[in-house]
């Protein structure tokens, strides 16, 4: 019976002991929870701020969206830290740090991938191989406007309007294309063109007609580059400059009027581009149409 009171004692003590240690830290506690509140708040409203300030200030809208979201991030983990102090747990918050460190760096071997892409977007953030709104196209095909750049994929939006999520570390280790930085773009036509055509007349008359191309830069010359014998044709590739930023529709536009521009001149200087030809030998040895070897077989025919 002794041992159950003094049990009971102990316990009422320790419960009494906890009551007054939170009733003497319910103040710090309601504090803590007010500055970390009121962090929330500043992080998101020094978010916006720091993005509006820094376009108006005309910094790369790349560049102001990380920085942006890294003063959120700061504030944030700032408040939190002031939060821990008001409640007298930095020692405690130490240990835990520490534990997390090596916490981390176990994750960090499981996790290579997504380090990888974090390290690569810090870099395409600040080296800026491209930026918002440019047309890339990477190593795999994916070809389209930067749509958004974060920590850990790069958005790029196609030309069918899809939107795909290529890894950051794709467009840091392996080659792409920056179709907008150079702020031109060559545009190819291939095409061909009879065996009994004057090959020196096709290449006027393409010329002429390229030249009148709206959209063509006239410090660029019109090339014309005979490429081989084909089956039925003697084909060539065509070129005409434009200048190519983000605008992929006007590449498509005037691709579309050099190809009627050049079939209408062909049109009305009767040249012409072949269907495909075929032509089927009879002979043994080649060279025999059919009608011959008809004539051939019906004269060998007993009477």
């Given at each position: 019976?002794?041992?159950?009171?003094?049990?009971?004692?102990?316990?009422?003590?320790?419960?009494?002991?906890?009551?007054?240690?939170?009733?003497?830290?319910?103040?710090?506690l309601?504090?803590?929870?007010?500055?970390?509140?009121?962090?929330?708040?500043?992080?998101?409203?020094s978010?916006?701020?720091?993005h509006?300030?820094?376009?108006?200030?005309?910094i790369?809208?790349?560049?102001?969206?990380?920085?942006?979201?890294?003063?959120?991030?700061?504030?944030?983990?700032?408040?939190?830290?002031?939060?821990?102090?008001?409640?007298?747990?930095?020692?405690?918050?130490?240990?835990?740090?520490?534990?997390?460190?090596?916490?981390?760096?176990?994750?960090?071997?499981?996790?290579?991938?997504?380090?990888?892409?974090?390290?690569?977007?810090?870099?395409?953030?600040?080296?800026?191989?491209?930026?918002?709104?440019?047309?890339?196209?990477?190593?795999?095909?994916?070809?389209?406007?930067?749509?958004?750049?974060?920590?850990?994929?790069?958005?790029?939006?196609s030309?069918?309007?899809?939107?795909?999520?290529?890894?950051?570390?794709?467009?840091?280790?392996?080659?792409?294309?920056?179709?907008?930085?150079?702020?031109?773009?060559?545009?190819?036509?291939?095409?061909?063109?009879?065996?009994?055509?004057?090959l020196?007349?096709?290449?006027?008359?393409?010329?002429?007609?390229?030249?009148?191309?709206?959209?063509?830069l006239?410090?660029?010359?019109?090339?014309?580059?005979?490429?081989?014998?084909?089956?039925?044709s003697?084909?060539?590739?065509?070129?005409?400059?434009?200048?190519?930023?983000?605008?992929?529709?006007?590449?498509?536009?005037?691709?579309?009027?050099?190809?009627?521009?050049?079939?209408?001149?062909?049109?009305?200087?009767?040249?012409?581009?072949?269907?495909?030809?075929?032509?089927?030998?009879?002979?043994?040895?080649?060279?025999?149409?059919?009608?011959?070897?008809?004539?051939?077989?019906?004269?060998?025919?007993?009477?």
């Amino acid at each position: 019976m002794e041992t159950i009171n003094e049990i009971s004692k102990a316990a009422l003590d320790r419960l009494e002991s906890w009551m007054y240690s939170l009733g003497s830290q319910l103040p710090n506690l309601l504090l803590a929870i007010l500055v970390f509140v009121a962090a929330v708040f500043v992080a998101k409203f020094s978010r916006k701020a720091s993005h509006k300030y820094m376009q108006q200030w005309r910094i790369n809208i790349t560049v102001s969206a990380f920085a942006s979201r890294l003063i959120h991030v700061t504030v944030l983990l700032g408040g939190l830290t002031l939060a821990l102090s008001i409640l007298d747990l930095t020692k405690t918050v130490s240990s835990i740090l520490a534990g997390l460190g090596i916490v981390g760096l176990a994750l960090g071997f499981a996790f290579q991938n997504t380090a990888a892409n974090f390290i690569s977007g810090i870099y395409i953030t600040f080296v800026q191989p491209f930026a918002i709104g440019d047309i890339i196209e990477s190593n795999d095909g994916v070809r389209g406007y930067v749509q958004d750049i974060n920590l850990r994929v790069t958005k790029v939006r196609s030309f069918d309007g899809h939107v795909v999520y290529v890894p950051n570390r794709y467009l840091f280790q392996e080659n792409f294309i920056n179709y907008s930085e150079y702020g031109r773009r060559r545009l190819r036509l291939e095409c061909g063109v009879s065996y009994g055509e004057d090959l020196q007349r096709v290449e006027e008359v393409s010329i002429k007609a390229l030249e009148q191309c709206e959209g063509r830069l006239e410090d660029e010359p019109v090339g014309i580059h005979w490429q081989g014998f084909g089956d039925s044709s003697i084909n060539f590739i065509a070129t005409v400059w434009m200048h190519y930023g983000r605008d992929h529709g006007a590449y498509v536009q005037l691709r579309n009027d050099c190809i009627k521009r050049l079939k209408r001149a062909y049109d009305e200087q009767g040249i012409t581009i072949p269907f495909p030809i075929r032509t089927l030998d009879f002979g043994i040895k080649g060279g025999v149409q059919l009608q011959e070897q008809l004539k051939v077989q019906s004269s060998q025919k007993p009477s």
